[in-house]
Structures are given as C-alpha cells and as structure tokens.
C-alpha cells in the first residue's frame, strides 16, 4: 500500500499545495520563519488542510528537532523531559502539540516558564480556533494564523503529484470525484488513492464509490466551514429565504453540528433580528432549544427546521439590539448620570405608576438620552404606536 499522505508531505513552503497566504515569498509567516524570528504560534483549520505539514516545514527551516503530540494523549512528564534535555543546549527544540484546544489547564500552566523564556518553540494545531480555550497568559506570548480548506484547484494539483509519482492511472470521471467528494481535505483525497490503488492500479468511478459512496462534507466542527454555515444559515433567515436557511440547516447537521449549538444560535436570532416585531419567536425558540436538549438527533431536526421557517417567516426589527448597543457605547464613553432621586430607593416622591392607570410622567433620567427606535413592523408597530399615544396626552 502506498501512503500518499507521508511521500507527498512537502519539505519546503514552495512545495507546499494550498495556503498561499502562509506559504508565498511575501506571507509573514514564511518571512519570519526564514529570518528564524518565528515566535510560538497556533494553527486553526479544517483536517488535512496541512497544519502539521507547516509545522514539519519550520522546524526543518529553523534547524530545530521536532517532537509531535496530541493534546488528548500528551503527558506533563514527557515535556518537562524535554525541556530538561534542552535546558543548557544550544539548539532549541521545537513542541507540535496537536488538538490544542483540548490542552488541559496543568498542561498549559507547564508550557507557560519555557514559552516565557523561548528555550522551545511551541506550536499547536487545532481544529477549532484554540484561543477560545487557551489561557489569556499563553495568548499574550504567541501568534495566530488561519488556514483554509484546500482549493479544488490546489487538489488537482495534489493529484497530480499523486499519480506521476506512482504507476497508477485514474479515469477523468474518477478524477473528478476523488477531488470534488473530499471536501477540501488533501488527506482525505490521498486517502481514498490509496485505498482504491489496492483494489485496482486503475483507478475507477466505480470503485471510488464503493470506498466512499458519498461525497465528504465540509463538515461544520472544523473552524472555518463551523462559522460560515452558521453565518450562512443566520443570514438566510435574516433575509427570509426559507429554502436557503432550511439549506444551510441540513449542511449544518450533516456536517455533525450539535441540535444544542443550533438552537442557541436561533434563540440569538429571535431577540437579534425579530424582537418586538415578534415577541413570539423568542418564546418558541427558546422552546426548541429546550426541546432538542432533551430529544437530540435525528428527530432535533425537524424541531429545528420548524423554528427556521417561522423565524423566516416572521416580521423582522432589530430595534433591541441597536438599543442596547447603543445605551452600552454611550456608558464606555463615559456618559453617567446620577440617578433621579425620586426614583432612588424608598424616596416619597416617587410616583407608582399604577396609581395613576398605568402611567405617570416623572424624571427617570438626569438628563434626556436617546436610544430605542421602535419600527413601524409587526406587533412593534403596535408598541410605537402606544408610545406615540402617551406623548400626546403627556
């Protein structure tokens, strides 16, 4: 069996297929890797997009040994055996830490001494962007760089390097689907190669089928594709396309997307981009967010793409969320007040609403400020209009 994924592992950033935006002569990290000034940093990416090969690359750039772990598996004993093996060395060596997003606290808190004073280089590789995980100490001491599902293009390249260097042969149709079926996974792509060339040296449709009867999504876990379907999917309803949001729903779940996760984000939504337009939607949300908790999949999803379509179909105001962040921008800004005193605890001059039918004019602010904007739309026109009828007889 020929394993693709190690022959074609490249040794040089020119070698590297895809992240040009890492790899080019001009990119910073090439610069500050090639000027042996790169400080520790952290990847985040979709699998097989080549964290580990750039990681492989600087090392060999940096003259430096290179020692690979996984965070699920790493234990505190083997570091600090290599940090004292390097402790009075010249040459420093060079810490790959896989899955670093699952780095235990102990585990970041040994990092920390070697990371202050540089005797190692530490490079981490996660999934998901790690600095949601990682401690505000370990953020302050490093950098970090995105990298991007492989282009189809950059693929085809991969392939090519693939089949030149083996004895194997490859219809153009199975060309084709060993590209578009991986979902901009190189390592994906390569595995697949390497599975049908047993069955075969030529490779066919047919068989690839047979290895992978369906195409690879993008998924949703990884860092990139995880944002951009949800975005997607919120934009979507924002906008009112149901079959567009109904989309991105089943991309979402297809790609392993917790019902939890979704559910959150739609309740976001109710209050966000509806609010008072439909004060029901926050209702029902938070209903499916409850309900999913409780179900999980698959019946989660058609809870789910219930409260999608009437998210959808619902009148849209974001009179709330412009309100708070506008009363939350003019109190960073230094904009404070002293609370009236007649609305201050236990003050006699405080005027109880419901005495006088349910509103009474009174200072509730020192100063007039201006923050809500209600919207002529669903039942938020009829809020306005309740307003509006106040100021008239006040």
């Not at 964290?51 to 690979?68: G, L, N, V």
């Amino acid at each position: 069996m020929s394993d693709f994924t190690h022959l074609l592992r490249p040794d040089n950033f020119d070698d590297l297929v895809g992240q040009e935006h890492l790899s080019s002569s001009n990119a910073p990290l090439r610069i500050l890797c090639e000027k042996n000034a790169l400080g520790h940093s952290f990847f985040f990416g979709p699998a097989g997009c080549g964290k580990t090969s750039i990681a492989r690359i600087i090392a060999k750039k940096m003259d430096m040994p290179f020692y690979e772990f996984n965070a699920t598996s790493l234990k505190i004993e083997q570091l600090r055996k290599i940090f004292e093996q390097y402790k009075n060395a010249l040459q420093k060596p060079l810490i790959f830490i896989d899955e670093v997003h699952r780095l235990a606290k102990n585990q970041q808190e040994v990092l920390l001494p070697v990371m202050e004073n540089n005797s190692v280089l530490v490079i981490g590789a996660s999934t998901e962007n790690p600095f949601f995980s990682l401690t505000s100490a370990i953020r302050s001491r490093s950098m970090l760089f995105e990298l991007h599902h492989i282009s189809n293009e950059a693929l085809n390249q991969l392939l090519y390097k693939a089949l030149q260097s083996s004895k194997l042969t490859c219809q153009e149709d199975a060309k084709e689907y060993l590209i578009a079926s991986s979902g901009g996974d190189a390592r994906a792509m390569l595995k697949l190669l390497e599975f049908a060339s047993n069955l075969d040296k030529h490779i066919s449709l047919k068989n690839l089928k047979s290895l992978r009867p369906n195409a690879l999504s993008a998924g949703s876990s990884e860092a990139g594709v995880h944002y951009d379907l949800s975005s997607a999917m919120i934009k979507s309803i924002r906008g009112s396309d149901m079959d567009a949001s109904i989309y991105y729903l089943a991309r979402l779940i297809d790609g392993g997307e917790s019902a939890d996760f979704i559910a959150r984000r739609l309740v976001i939504l109710a209050s966000e981009d509806i609010g008072n337009a439909n004060p029901q939607a926050l209702t029902l949300t938070t209903s499916c967010l409850t309900s999913v908790s409780k179900i999980g999949y698959p019946e989660a999803r058609i809870i789910l793409a219930q409260a999608v379509i009437y998210l959808c179909a619902s009148p849209k105001s974001n009179s709330s969320y412009l309100a708070i962040n506008k009363a939350l921008k003019a109190v960073n800004d230094g904009v404070m007040f002293d609370v009236p005193k007649n609305i201050t605890q236990k003050n006699e001059n405080y005027l109880y609403p419901h005495d006088f039918g349910g509103y009474v004019k009174q200072d509730y602010l020192s100063k007039p400020l201006k923050f809500v904007e209600l919207k002529s739309i669903g039942y938020e026109k009829k809020m306005r209009q309740w307003m509006e009828e106040i100021a008239k007889i006040y």
